[in-house]
């Protein structure tokens, strides 16, 4: 069923460093933030005073974990994540060259609002009106683009593995 080495290890790659950021970074981060919603996950965006408040509420120590753990975490999740896609789509898809777009634009996406969310952190509490804004709009578009390339990389392999079970010969 998987056909290739790479997209085997790509695959657990992205299973690892989700769990990561789900059970431990992700976590630790919203406790710091006491009930305010992180802002990578805004489905629709947020303006400079949340992220105002939200840096505040996080602390000096909370800042710093977020800038030191939480944003290279979230630096390597989307590499992972669009080389993995990248890989069902070039096993499982030959030829179809264009749906590499989704998860190039999903990781530009993330990579611009972590970008923007590092300004942040670096400049707090002088923030940028401007680099929120572009962070917020890369935030909607990651999330958009993100939805639709995971809904698209589970139907390749779910179909895949429905060929598999299903549809391979008795040879």
């Not at 630790?28 to 990578?40: N, R």
């Not at 923007?116 to 923030?127: D, I, K, M, V």
């Not at 890369?138 to 639709?148: C, G, M, P, R």
């Amino acid at each position: 069923m998987l056909k290739n080495r790479k997209l085997l290890l790509s695959m657990l790659g992205a299973i690892l460093l989700y769990a990561i950021i789900q059970l431990a970074s992700l976590p630790q981060l919203s406790q710091a933030a006491a009930g305010i919603k992180l802002p990578e996950s805004a489905w629709l965006g947020y303006d400079k005073d949340y992220i105002l408040a939200f840096l505040t509420q996080l602390g000096a120590a909370g800042r710093s974990y977020y800038l030191y753990i939480q944003l290279p975490l979230d630096t390597l999740f989307p590499l992972t994540l669009a080389y993995m896609s990248l890989e069902v789509f070039r096993t499982y898809l030959p030829g179809k060259t264009y749906l590499s777009l989704l998860p190039i634009l999903a990781f530009s996406a993330d990579y611009l609002e972590n970008g923007g969310l590092l300004h942040c952190l670096l400049s707090f509490p002088n923030l940028s009106q401007t680099v929120v804004g572009l962070a917020s709009v890369a935030s909607v578009i990651k999330h958009l683009t993100l939805t639709l390339l995971l809904l698209l990389v589970l139907f390749v392999l779910g179909k895949t593995f429905f060929r598999f079970l299903f549809l391979r010969s008795d040879t």
